[in-house]
């Protein structure tokens, strides 16, 4: 069976749209989402609409800090625009979207896969996995041979080999990596609806659970759409300008 | 867990026949199918407890490339088993002599070494196209197949780009072979395809020579040595060695990687061509760099910092191999001319490209010619002489250019065996005139013009579109067609 995980969709309905439909092409019979469904973008209940429908048929969502703000204001520090973004989506959802959110769990465990936002180390500190040692944090807090998680955007393949800190790889799209579980392994698979590593392309990542290989993908999605509609809602200009630069 | 298997042992749909080889990491035997098209192999890895853990990666590792890799140059993988019970891998078993042979006769004559080192460096070129590193090259690693092609083996410390590594350490250590292991290696380092290359120069010096140029060093700190100590000149060693040689192959031995051959490719091209290779110092060098050079070499692998890893096939876009076909034997300026042009584009794309700048005439007999100029000697330096005169403005250095007179009667097949030869990445040639279309490519393949007789204009017109249409239709990488702007247009 193959399992697509995204996360970071940000309420762009295109990318999601994009990557959902380039993961059942691809084969793709289960989902898992792992936070940040809304804020920055133009269509938080669509999205959310979607991403319902696929829970409600068992896939894994999990929530991300944006999605935690919307439901309880105050409760973190954003920047501004950010910030922002909220509170206009929160003008958007209606009492059923917002009840979604409020009910999606920090952490899902599914035999031996974590699911999570940032880290699984205090996930409720939104901790960014930037680097090794974070990822160790977060690796022994699942105490699995698989985590997988967004909150930092650029997709990254972390995983223990001889040395006892895990060693990062920047991952190729589309290559099928053989992630056997004789050894640990932390995929930030990338941000859905607001990619930041200069490519504009959607990411997400599929993996093959009997073949034991993951992939991570970059999908090509309408991003002047999304920007456009951005833009028309009056939010701020950077949040549609870095989708047409992948920044 | 390690056990040995006997003979009839059916794994998976294979039958084991005899045991080929037993190794430290790996035991080897043939084994057969009943659907195999080819010989077949089967690596079984010593696992268990007693042996590194590096040992068990190892297997992990050359699995995964192997499974990645395509080409005639390494063996075809056929399947793979990674549990702990019974792991194995089955690849084609390669036809073919042990390059080790060849070391164990060494010294050998400069045009042996030469063949041999060529079909090498095809071999590592292949790979590093497809974003992998051997890591590992030494005589025992190649096998040389009854035509002469080079294939790869053991992958069992490759780098695949694609893939993570893992055997890269947080706390660098070199893995490899002491006697060809590149500097920056030893130091940990693990994404740079010049690395291969360092290890190929130690090996032509060891096929040349009968020694390996750092001996065999043991212990860390004498492996360090060739951050700073250069081999001793193989001509020092074998007064047979020739200049241009001994110039290849401390190309390749140089310390800073980026002073190195950019690709091993361009190794292939200079060992095919010996009266093209530019000797230099390194060709001339009687004995090793003096106190002050080493001193100066020491203190900047103090310094070492590791630069970034690209992907492998990253190096080669820099180091491409341009092919420019001029028609010497019916020059029109105007299209000559436009040809250098976009030549001066396409090399500004990279700071080490190479140019071959080659021509076809027709076949001389050696016999008839009456005149001195006549003879087959005389006519190829007339059209080297042209294809060096059109070449001086673009002021390239000797070390990337090459000149080359082919003789054949069907100009098309002698370019495109040539690029193919060469792992040409880029030919530069004239679009066939406007107003003959397509029709070329008709009558296309063997349009043969006799050496005296001047075809017709119409005749010579079809004659050139044929040429650079059948080029393009049929090359083995990108083709640009050159046509000079109309005059008014």
Known sequence: ?247 | MGALLDRGTEIDGFRVEEQVHAGGMAVLYRVTSPGAEFPLLMKVPRLGPGEPASSVISFEVEQTVLAALKGPHVPRFVAARDDAERPFLVMERIEGRSLAEWAERAPLPPEEVAQLGAAVATALHALHLQDAIHLDLKPSNVMIRPGGEAVLIDFGLAHHGHYPDLLAEEYRRPIGSAPYIAPEQVLGVRCDPRSDVFALGAVLYELATGETPFGSPTTPATLRKRLWRDPVPPRALVPAVPEWLQEVILHCLEPDASARYPTAAQVAFDLAHPADVAVGERGLRRRRAGTGQVVRRWFKAIGFEPPPCPQPSAYAAGGSIVLAALATARADPAQTDAIREAVRRVLAAGDHTRLAVVTVIPPTPDLGGTAPEDTATAQRLKHRVLLRHWAEPLKLPGTQLSFHVLEASDAAAALLEYARVNAVDHIVIGAPPRDVPLRGMLGAVATRVAPDAAPEPLQLLRLLGTVSTKVAAEAPCTVTLVRPRAPGA
Not at chain 1, 132 to 147: C, D, I, K, M
């Open chain 1, 1 to 247: 069976m193959k399992l697509a995980i995204l996360a970071d969709v940000h309420a762009n309905l295109e990318a999601l749209t994009a990557c959902l439909d380039h993961a059942r092409a691809a084969g793709a019979e289960a989902f898992a989402f792992v936070g940040d469904l809304v804020g920055y973008g133009a269509d938080p209940a669509a999205v959310l609409d979607v991403v319902r429908s696929h829970a409600e048929s068992g896939a894994v969502v999990v929530r991300g800090n944006h999605d935690a703000a919307v439901v309880s204001p105050g409760a973190e520090t954003m920047h501004r625009v950010a910030e922002e973004a909220i509170a206009w989506t929160r003008t958007r959802l209606d009492e059923r979207h917002q009840a979604f959110l409020a009910s999606l769990p920090l952490l899902v465990r599914r035999g031996d896969l974590v699911f999570v936002h940032a880290s699984a180390d205090r996930p409720a500190d939104w901790t960014y996995v930037t680097d090794p040692l974070h990822a160790a944090a977060s690796l022994r807090a699942a105490g699995t041979h698989y985590v997988f998680s967004g909150h930092v955007h650029e997709p990254v393949l972390y995983y223990t080999a001889l040395a006892e800190r895990p060693i990062a790889f920047q991952p190729v799209p589309g290559v099928a990596i053989p992630v056997p579980p004789r050894r640990q392994w932390l995929a930030i698979v990338g941000s859905c609806g607001q990619p930041r590593d200069g490519n504009t392309a959607a990411c997400y990542a599929l993996l093959d659970l009997e073949r034991e290989r993951l992939a991570f993908q970059r999908v090509p999605y309408d991003w002047a759409t999304a920007a456009a509609k951005i833009r028309a809602a009056g939010l701020p200009e950077r949040l549609a300008a870095r989708l047409e630069r992948g920044e």
